[in-house]
């Protein structure tokens, strides 16, 4: 029984570190920064990510989630005509919001 149970475990901690997003590779060049650096640019659009949080009843780690938001966030912005993204309140349950802008550079 705990070997069954130990065994369960390391599979579902494994799984939860996996990353399920494909990022384009155009979208490297999309910069990420704060609403309050954006002055000189121009909004185009509002992005919504989302991504797997949690895995069965195991929370996956806040830097993966978020990586992973940004990678979404990032293809959809190459989609946009944007350059650059910037978070717009907090990430909720693998949720987060982006404004997306084309600023000069």
């Given at each position: 029984m705990i070997k069954t149970t130990l065994t369960l475990s390391g599979i579902l901690?494994?799984?939860?570190a996996c990353t399920w997003?494909?990022?384009?590779?155009?979208?490297?060049?999309v910069a990420?920064?704060?609403?309050?650096?954006?002055?000189?640019?121009k909004q185009v659009g509002t992005i919504s990510a989302?991504?797997?949080?949690?895995?069965?009843?195991?929370?996956?780690?806040?830097k993966k989630v978020t990586s992973e938001l940004q990678a979404l966030a990032r293809n959809e912005a190459i989609k946009l005509g944007a350059n650059t993204i910037?978070?717009?309140?907090?990430?909720?349950?693998?949720k987060q919001s982006y404004a997306a802008f084309s600023c000069p550079r």
């Open positions: 901690f494994s799984i939860s997003v494909n990022e384009n590779p155009d979208s490297q060049s990420i920064t704060s609403l309050s650096e954006l002055s000189q640019c989302s991504t797997k949080h949690k895995v069965a009843f195991v929370k996956r780690g806040s910037a978070p717009k309140g907090d990430m909720i349950d693998g």
